[in-house]
């Protein structure tokens, strides 16, 4: 696996499990088992993250009886492991629109959405195109007058 694609996936492992416990109540395996059909995530990774949530406030658990071996320890959302859900979810997709609009493809002439100067007006030098259809990157740096 390609190593990036590793850190986003831990990158928001715990605003999945929080997302997964805001539907229904969970225990462990089932966890790992739905974060490994939906990102591939291992099941090793699980369990030392619910016990930090746990400890964080996340999330508490309870025991509920298993006709097929021991009790299961669920666990379920506290509210401020909802407040964090939603805190995290908002950051997510603020984030994740930025990114899209970098990774965008721009039609040819068109200006990037991110070339734009420090007032927010489109940077001319990024609307020009040379021979080949292609904007050239330009990259603008402030100068500062070091002289007292």
Same mark, same amino acid.
């Given at each position: 696996?390609?190593?990036?694609?590793?850190?986003?996936?831990?990158?928001?492992?715990?605003?999945?499990?929080?997302?997964?416990?805001?539907?229904?109540?969970?225990?462990?395996?089932?966890?790992?088992?739905?974060?490994?059909?939906?990102?591939?995530?291992?099941?090793g990774?699980?369990?030392?993250?619910?016990?930090?949530?746990?400890?964080?406030?996340?999330?508490?658990?309870?025991?509920?009886?298993?006709?097929?071996?021991?009790?299961?320890?669920?666990? /379920?959302?506290?509210? %401020? $492991?909802?407040?964090? @859900?939603?805190? &995290?979810r908002?950051?997510?997709? !603020?984030?994740?629109?930025?990114?899209?609009?970098?990774?965008?493809?721009v039609?040819?002439?068109?200006?990037?959405?991110?070339?734009?100067?420090?007032?927010?007006?489109?940077?001319?030098?990024?609307? /020009?195109?040379?021979? %080949? $259809?292609?904007?050239? @990157?330009?990259? &603008?740096?402030?100068?500062?007058? !070091?002289?007292?």
């Amino acid at each position: 696996m390609e190593p990036n694609l590793v850190q986003f996936k831990k990158g928001v492992l715990e605003l999945c499990v929080l997302a997964l416990l805001s539907r229904t109540d969970s225990y462990g395996y089932d966890i790992a088992s739905r974060l490994s059909d939906a990102i591939d995530m291992g099941e090793g990774t699980i369990y030392p993250l619910m016990r930090r949530m746990q400890k964080d406030g996340l999330v508490s658990t309870y025991f509920v009886e298993s006709s097929s071996g021991p009790p299961r320890k669920y666990y /379920t959302l506290t509210e %401020t $492991g909802r407040r964090s @859900l939603e805190a &995290q979810r908002t950051a997510w997709v !603020t984030f994740t629109q930025a990114v899209s609009t970098i990774l965008a493809p721009v039609a040819k002439g068109d200006t990037p959405p991110h070339a734009k100067d420090r007032t927010g007006t489109r940077n001319a030098a990024a609307t /020009t195109t040379d021979t %080949t $259809g292609h904007s050239p @990157l330009t990259v &603008q740096k402030p100068f500062r007058n !070091t002289q007292p």
